[in-house]
Structure formats: C-alpha cells, structure tokens
C-alpha cells in the first residue's frame, strides 16, 4: 500500500508514482474535512470525485450536453434506486448522450478535480487496490499524462482573482490570440466576475481563469473600477451535487454565490454579506429560519426562495414567510427568470 502526508509529496508526484506502477485501485485523498477519491486502471485514469468539487452533472451542462433539468432528474432517480448506474450511464441509457460526448466531459471532470487537488498543500494520501471503479464512460481509461499536462496548463502563468470584475480595454488586433481568447473576450461585459466568465464556457476553470489573466497581463482587459457590484446570493443546500448545479446558474447570471450546506451557518453568512436573495432547500426544514430571518430590519424584505423537489407539503406552508417556491425538477430559465425579477442589474 502506498500512503502518506502531502506535505511530504506533492499530489502530482503521488499520482505519477501510481499510476507507473499499472495497478487498478484508487487513490484516497484527505485535506481537513474534505475527501477525494481517484480512480486508476493499469496506469490510466478512469474518473474522480471531490467532495464539494465539481460534479459530473455540473460539467455535463457546462458542456451544453444536458440541462440543469435533465441533470436533476438523473440525480433523483439515483436518489430513489440507490446502487443504480451513475448518472452517465443513466444518461446514455436514455438517448441523451453518447458514450464519446460522455467520455469528453469525464476527461473534462477529470481536469477540474486534479486541478483542485494539485493545489492542496498538506492532508494524506492513500492507494488501495482492487476497489471497484463507478460507472464510467471508457472502462480503458485516459491518458495520465495527457490530462497532467492539462493541469499544469491550467496552474501555470499570472494568478488571477476569481472574484475580479473585468472590463474591456486595450485592442485585441494587436495581438495575436488563440481561439479561446476571443471566447472569453466576446464575454466580457464590465460586471461579471472572472469566475462567472469561466462558468459561462466549455474550457476548465482554471484555464479560463489563466487566459483572461493574460488578456489582463496584456492590456486587452482591465479592472471594471465603476462596474455593478455584482449581487450576493446566499444559498442553503443540503445535496453537494444539486448546491453545484444552483451554483453554476446563479454564476452565469452575474451574481457572487455564496454556499452554506446548513442553516446553523446561513445566519452568520447572511450578517457578512447581507445578501440581495437568499435560495434555501426545502428538505432543509428552512421555515423558522425564515421567520426569524423575516422579524429583522435587515432581513424583512430580501427576496427568498424556496426549492424542493416537489409539491408536497411545503408548497403551501409558512406564506407569512413571504417567499417564493420552485419545484424540483426546475428549469434554469426559470430561476433565471426569478433572478431576473428579483435582481434586476444581474446580468446587465
């Protein structure tokens, strides 16, 4: 068994060590509270998962090859059957998707979370053979060190804060850019963070977030100094995959999302940021949150809305609230819609 401290050994390294040694198993990742999991076969990489990280779902609408919907409903039916296929294989076996469009955002998801995880500093590591893989689109796996290669692209250059707002500046003419430049550049609109840019393209954050540090680097973007502030929202939800799916469409509706997994932690978040909107999951039990929320100055008339995953019983309880309701599965015009409404310079 190979294990130890990432202080020791950067993450990279450990999986370079693991996976010239051929074997199939998986490499079990600590760091404080947070754990993931990376599955290797004969040297390839088979699929991962970040607790808290991206999600396959997230990426599969990242990639336009779903919609928040679709992902929702994949998400419950492996919620109702517990050991059923994945959501993958789920999606293939409903026509949604092919095996090759699913394999390309596994390679994509791949990327996301070993970017995350090459960037944690201290925790342990752990290689256990024979554990069986999830289900995954390309039981051959893909090449480690293509999608290294793709990490370190993603970590190399000029670090760029996520939450900077950036506005056009310089002219693009002048210099000579790749394709993916100009996709970033067509988006840039003077109120949008660096992060919801990246949301709003199919590139891996990380390498989105390098590129239009480079655009900045270069004077075709600057600093937005007297852009829209864009808004905080302040969202409550108990699943990790569905927080990153509501995550993801508030990102590209221009606002600062800001995740609790519980409501013991949304009321000091809420005095910090004192949010635009509050979003709170219905199977959170929200209601005397909410009226306590509503007997304060601050929090009387914060649009709220509820979400849950279907007209039951908390439909219609607690109006004296005053929220609004969304039902499970929705779609992401629809809360697009209600940010629309409720948040009227998000997005423009």
């Known amino acids: 068994m190979i294990e130890g401290s990432l202080r020791d050994a950067a993450f990279t390294d450990v999986l370079q060590i693991v996976v010239a040694g051929r074997k199939d198993g998986v ?4 760091h404080g509270d947070r754990r993931a999991r990376v599955w290797i ?11 808290g990280g991206v999600h396959l779902g997230e990426m599969l609408v990242r990639l336009d090859l779903l919609d928040v919907e679709e992902v929702q409903s994949l998400l419950a039916k492996q919620t109702e059957t517990p050991g059923g296929p994945s959501i993958g294989p789920a999606a293939i076996a409903r026509g949604w998707i092919d095996a090759e469009q699913l394999a390309t955002a ?8 070993l970017n995350e995880l090459s960037g944690w500093r201290d925790g342990r590591f752990r290689f256990a053979e024979g554990e069986p893989p999830p289900g995954v689109a390309d039981e051959e796996g893909f090449d480690a060190l293509h999608v290294l290669m793709q990490i370190s692209d993603a970590r190399s250059g000029v670090a760029l804060d996520p939450e900077l707002v950036l506005r056009r500046a310089g002219d693009p003419t002048a210099h000579d850019l790749a394709p993916e430049a100009w996709e970033l550049l067509r988006l840039v609109d003077g109120h949008s963070t660096a992060r919801a840019l990246a949301a709003e393209t199919d590139l891996p954050e990380g390498r989105s977030l390098q590129v239009l540090a480079e655009l900045l680097d270069a004077g075709v973007l600057a600093p937005a100094t007297d852009a829209d502030t864009p808004p905080n929202v302040l969202f409550a939800c108990a699943d990790a995959a569905e927080a990153r799916l509501l995550r993801l469409t508030l990102l590209r509706h221009g606002t600062r999302p800001e995740m609790v997994t519980d409501l013991g932690a949304a009321e000091a978040v809420f005095d910090e940021l004192r949010p635009s909107a509050v979003i709170l999951d219905a199977e959170l039990d929200p209601w005397g949150w909410l009226r306590a929320l509503r007997r304060r100055a601050e929090g009387s008339h914060v649009p709220v809305l509820v979400i849950g995953a279907s007209r039951g019983s908390w439909w219609t309880r607690r109006r004296e609230a005053g929220t609004d309701r969304l039902a499970r599965p ?10 629309s409404q409720k948040l009227p310079r998000a997005g423009h």
């Open 41 to 51: 076969t004969a040297g390839r990489l088979l699929a991962a998962s970040l607790d």
């Open 106 to 113: 596994v390679e994509r998801h791949l990327v996301e979370v």
């Open 27 to 30: 490499l079990h990742l600590e």
């Open 330 to 339: 929705y779609r992401e015009v629809d809360l697009q819609a209600w940010l």
